[in-house]
């Protein structure tokens, strides 16, 4: 049973436009999320995050919503650049001293010029 | 430079073999974490170690082995291995196995099982 959900496998924008990705949780007791992108043949690499008492965080270019009520949250890039064309991973893990993360499936973005 | 490399980036392997994947950080962080990405799977976390000790596995068959000897470097070792066992293996690190830490990935060895 997947706890972190990624339902659109891909996305395309045009360049300069805004890109959203989606992610849905299912587990209330989450309480920190994080987004990763990754390249082909590397690894992924920190984005941006949010913790549970926040329903926003902006970096740059990149901003995170999260609405705790719908379980849902989303990653806004505007403007959207050729170079952001990546995986995305939305992540989250629990208040626990595990460093768990539970990814979703990722969704890959493309931006054309 | 991700501060996180992991070797071999490739492997094939047959069943009967025995092999280790190596993980080295060079961050100063406390935690290391091996992760498995399997085709058209999400990441799934397999060991997590903290100041050198096992505090997590996430009900990994024993075919896999993790070995911590010092908080900059993770191992891990394969043996009689299975084809379904083919799949991108990530090795990460963190401050520590907190909360509200980031993890920082290596590039990932594409194992092969023939």
């Known amino acids: 049973d997947q706890q972190v959900k990624q339902n659109s496998p891909s996305l395309s924008v045009q360049e300069g436009r805004i890109s959203i990705l989606n992610c849905d949780y299912t587990?209330?007791?989450?309480?920190?999320f994080l987004w990763y992108k990754k390249y082909p043949a590397e690894g992924p690499t920190f984005l941006i995050s949010?913790?549970?008492?926040?329903d926003k965080n902006e970096d740059g270019r990149f901003t995170v919503f999260l609405n705790k009520s719908a379980k849902h949250l989303s990653l806004h890039i505007v403007p959207s650049q050729p170079g952001d064309s990546a995986v995305y991973f939305c992540?989250?893990?629990?208040?626990?001293?595990?460093?768990?993360?539970?990814f979703g499936q990722g969704t890959t973005l493309q931006v054309k010029p | 430079e991700t501060g996180v490399t992991q070797t071999p980036r490739h492997l094939v392997m047959g069943m009967t073999n025995k092999k280790s994947l190596k993980c080295e950080q060079h961050?100063?962080?406390?935690?290391m974490y091996w992760y498995k990405q399997s085709a058209k799977k999400p990441l799934e976390l397999m060991f997590v170690?903290?100041?050198?000790?096992?505090?997590e596995n996430n009900s990994v068959p024993s075919r896999f082995s993790p070995e911590c000897p010092n908080s900059s470097h993770l191992f891990l070792h394969l043996h009689t291995l299975q084809p379904e066992d083919s799949a991108l293996y990530l090795c990460?690190?963190?401050?520590?196995?907190?909360?509200?830490?980031?993890?920082?990935f290596g590039q990932g060895t594409r194992l092969t099982v023939v």
């Open positions: 587990n209330s007791m989450f309480d920190y």
């Open positions: 992540a989250a893990s629990f208040s626990s001293n595990t460093g768990k993360l539970i």
């Open positions: 990460a690190s963190s401050q520590d196995a907190a909360m509200n830490t980031e993890a920082f």
């Open positions: 961050l100063g962080h406390n935690a």
């Open positions: 170690y903290s100041l050198e000790e096992r505090v």
């Open positions: 949010i913790s549970s008492i926040k």
